[in-house]
């Protein structure tokens, strides 16, 4: 089983809808969670760190299950600037820091 | 604020020929890493620091080596390029259990 997991997608969604990724962790001591945003040909950007309370930031609401080990990103009124690869991390400890290969969302007009 | 520089951003290798990859952060951070990165891959870990004069294999680190001499730096290093190493490279920091910080890539092709 891989480490992180995610599902590639791509998800293709109109403009305004809600969409919602999952990414699923094998790791059950990982201490800290992340989605990064990464556009075509550049560098991985923050989007979010994940805590166990759930989080929001505008749009963008990430959760934490523990107990099924996964984490979620729910990304509501979709805008075309949307549109681009989302990667889970998951760090399991200080030293390692493992990425999911990434969700891929299309907005479309 | 720089943040996390990668030098260079484009290269063009021949097979056999050898290139050092310098990452520098400002950040003052403990931890270093360096991803590559192919088309349906996601990032892979090359190798990776956490500290000033230490380096730790990751998932990928044939055909690679590594040093930290200074807490800033850390360079990537391949002796004998191979076609198989054409790829983005990303170099990134962090301190402790927190976000990492990203470069802004080096776009590796070996022909």
């Known amino acids: 089983r891989k480490e992180v997991e995610q599902d590639p997608g791509p998800f293709n969604v109109p403009e305004g809808a809600t969409v919602a990724f999952n990414c699923t962790y094998s790791?059950?001591?990982?201490?800290?969670f992340f989605w990064y945003r990464q556009d075509c040909r550049k560098e991985p950007k923050l989007l979010m760190s994940?805590?166990?309370s759930g989080n929001e930031d505008g749009r963008f609401t990430a959760q934490l299950n523990r107990a099924s080990q996964y984490i979620s990103l729910l990304i509501r009124d979709s805008k075309l600037s949307d549109s681009a690869t989302y990667l889970c991390?998951?760090?399991?400890?200080?030293?390692?820091?493992?990425f999911g290969t990434g969700t891929k969302l299309q907005v479309i007009p | 604020n720089a943040g996390v520089t990668q030098t260079p951003k484009f290269r063009v290798l021949k097979t056999g020929q050898s290139m050092t990859l310098l990452c520098a952060q400002d950040?003052?951070?403990?931890?270093m890493y360096w991803y590559r990165q192919d088309p349906g891959m996601g990032l892979r870990l090359i190798h990776y620091?956490?500290?000033?004069?230490?380096?730790a294999k990751g998932e990928v680190p044939d055909g690679y080596n590594v040093s930290r001499l200074k807490k800033q730096n850390f360079l990537l290093g391949l002796e004998s390029a191979a076609p198989s190493q054409t790829s983005v490279y990303f170099c990134?920091?962090?301190?402790?259990?927190?976000?990492?910080?990203f470069g802004n890539g080096t776009r590796l092709t070996v022909t």
């Open positions: 790791n059950s001591a990982s201490q800290s």
């Open positions: 994940v805590y166990s």
């Open positions: 991390v998951v760090n399991p400890g200080y030293q390692k820091v493992t």
């Open positions: 950040m003052n951070h403990e931890y």
């Open positions: 620091s956490v500290g000033e004069g230490t380096t």
């Open positions: 990134a920091s962090r301190d402790g259990v927190a976000a990492l910080h």
